[in-house]
């Protein structure tokens, strides 16, 4: 578990690890994450839960770059 000292904490509900990606909140509740109360516009993601929401959006992403 990390502590307020080692940075940003992920926002994920029931997760207390070291954020390493910042992620915008709207796309994280998009995918079907759930944040803490009062998380604000960025969402703080640990390497576990980024590796989530990347599978959660991939279909989006692709169809995106498809698009253009």
Known sequence: MASSND???CVISGCESKAERSI????????GLSLKEGSGRKAALCRE???E???ATKKDRVLETLGR
């Open 7 to 9: 940075g940003p904490v």
């Open 24 to 31: 915008t909140a709207k796309k994280v509740l998009e995918s």
């Open 49 to 51: 839960h980024y590796r």
């Open 53 to 55: 929401f990347k599978k």
